[in-house]
């Protein structure tokens, strides 16, 4: 089992900057990437990125890209999601999810979720 917890979101105005954190504990040696999604009010929750845990190669979703950048200390066992340019319709509850097996763009393909953490960018 991996526990995943986040922090770090709460309000900002549009074109601010956020850092979001994911620690994780438990089995985290069985992790091979940790992802970030989303998911805003009557949506479905979505990707927004990636990053493997023992290599950081991350991928990120074409709506954040350029503005959104992964990193992890492995030695804190925390993913940190850095985010810039923030627009309105980045507003969401973010989740960070963990998987062992491979690297994913969709919620099936992660084992491991934490309880995610609100993000509101007001206009």
């Known amino acids: 089992q991996v526990q995943l917890v986040e922090s770090g979101g709460g309000l900002v105005q549009a074109g601010g900057s956020l850092r979001l954190s994911c620690a994780a504990s438990?089995?985290?040696?069985?992790?091979?990437?940790v992802g970030w999604f989303r998911q805003a009010p009557g949506k479905e929750r979505e990707f927004v990125g990636y990053?493997?845990?023992?290599?950081?190669?991350?991928d990120y979703a074409d709506s954040v890209k350029g503005r959104f950048t992964l990193s992890r200390d492995n030695a804190k066992n925390t993913v940190y999601l850095q985010m810039i340019s923030l627009k309105v319709e980045d507003t969401a509850v973010y989740y960070c999810?963990?998987?062992?097996?491979?690297?994913?763009?969709?919620?099936?393909?992660?084992?491991?979720w934490g309880q995610g953490t609100q993000v509101t960018v007001s206009s």
């Open positions: 438990g089995r985290t040696f069985s992790t091979y990437a």
């Open positions: 999810a963990a998987t062992a097996l491979r690297i994913g763009v969709r919620r099936d393909e992660y084992e491991f």
């Open positions: 990053i493997t845990w023992r290599f950081g190669v991350a």
